[in-house]
């Protein structure tokens, strides 16, 4: 069976600080991987998405990049973190042999201070 | 971008009692999906529709997918404190990409024992 894991589950930062944030499938070949960010009102943003190895496409401008070295890797990343960037970070695969349903990991809590 | 409206978006209800939520849009969609998120967690796929009318059951949850198209509903009878957590509907949207989804802002749901 497929499962998905994010670390680290918990991150307190200070603010101009750099950060990365990572996620990982197992069980399943070529997934879409999937970046969403979860501010306190519960919608759920998506940030970055990508179908393959080194194919990123962003849905929001910002100061958060996304990266996908190998195939069942997805790695969120920052050069220097805002205040605005606290919240619930979600990575999320799906089916690259198509399938619509998104899976969810448990989630990352980032405090930026 | 693309709107679901999903209502109510907080209910409080005693044990026992049966809930119904819903989530509609001015656009079609192919796919309706149905997630449960617990406090601190990652949403959990509940139901998966993918054509118009079906009518699907996970033990005491209920979906069904808009004769429209523009609409979904999940119903949970005889709650119990456990469904505690905030439901989302997703969607695929028709001629949207096939990679992503659309999210519901979510409905939060209180049970009291």
């Known amino acids: 069976s497929q499962t998905i894991h994010q670390w680290p589950a918990t991150l307190v930062q200070p603010v101009g600080s750099p950060l990365s944030l990572e996620c990982t499938v197992e069980?399943?070949?070529?997934?879409?991987l999937y970046w969403y960010r979860q501010a306190a009102g519960r919608g759920l943003q998506l940030l970055f998405y990508?179908?393959?190895?080194?194919?990123i496409s962003s849905e929001v401008p910002q100061n958060l990049s996304a990266s996908r070295p190998q195939d069942r890797q997805f790695i969120l990343s920052s050069k220097k973190l805002l205040l605005s960037d606290s919240g619930f970070y979600l990575c999320?695969?799906?089916?690259?042999?198509?399938?619509?349903?998104?899976?969810f990991g448990p989630g990352t809590r980032l405090t930026v201070t | 971008g693309q709107q679901l409206n999903q209502s109510p978006q907080s209910m409080f209800i005693q044990e026992g009692e049966d809930v119904s939520m819903n989530c509609t849009s001015s656009?079609?969609?192919?796919?309706w999906l149905w997630y449960k998120q617990d406090p601190g967690e990652g949403p959990v796929l509940l139901i998966a529709?993918?054509?118009?009318?079906e009518l699907t059951s996970n033990g005491r949850l209920t979906a069904q997918f808009g004769i429209t198209r523009k609409d979904s509903f999940l119903n949970i009878s005889a709650s119990i404190p456990s469904d505690v957590g905030i439901y989302f509907c997703?969607?695929?949207?028709?001629?949207?990409?096939?990679?992503?989804?659309?999210f519901g802002k979510g409905t939060l749901l209180t049970v009291n024992p």
């Open positions: 656009s079609i969609f192919n796919t």
């Open positions: 999320a695969w799906s089916s690259g042999q198509g399938g619509y349903e998104q899976y």
């Open positions: 069980g399943t070949s070529n997934p879409n």
């Open positions: 529709l993918y054509k118009a009318g």
């Open positions: 997703a969607g695929q949207l028709k001629g949207g990409s096939n990679y992503k989804l659309t």
């Open positions: 990508s179908v393959g190895i080194g194919q």
